[in-house]
């Protein structure tokens, strides 16, 4: 019987995988994005923040130090082929501190991929747990939790005007 901890894992993998999988079939596409597809990918980026809120408290261990880095790979096709699909409208603007800054989802995207693909693979290659699961836990606070909530905002607003 698994814990509550190793169902909280399984969980956000499974809704990695699901996002990954979302994000491979929007890039292999043709011409603009449809309203199926964005609807879709806003899903499972929900989801995947869901399970990321409820990853397991983890500190770093000791042991084994190996992390997710060994296993980050930046598909430069992933980044074209979505970049072709938004391309009537990639460019979003935030406010941080005051200021204007210039977004682009397709860039927020390939990020939560190449970050989100990483952590699969180093749980498939059995890299062990909790400094795993910190390290999820301090990614998606410190990184791609940031692209997940910009991404799944456009995402809505895009929804909304086509």
Known sequence: MKDDRQIK????YGAAKRC????????????N??????TDLERVLVGVHLAALNLPDARPGSGDQRGTAEFRESDPSLYDSLLKRFAFDDTYYT????????RSLTADLWEIAIDLAAAVAAAEAGLPDPPLSWEL???FESHWGRHLVDSTQRLHILRATI
Do not use: N
Request: glycine share 10%; no cysteine.
């Open 9 to 12: 894992l399984d969980a956000f």
């Open 95 to 102: 406010v941080e501190g005051g200021e204007f800054i210039t």
């Open 20 to 31: 990954l999988a979302a994000l491979t079939a929007v890039a292999k596409s043709d011409g």
């Open 33 to 38: 994005v449809t309203q199926a597809e964005l």
């Open 137 to 139: 836990r301090f990614d």
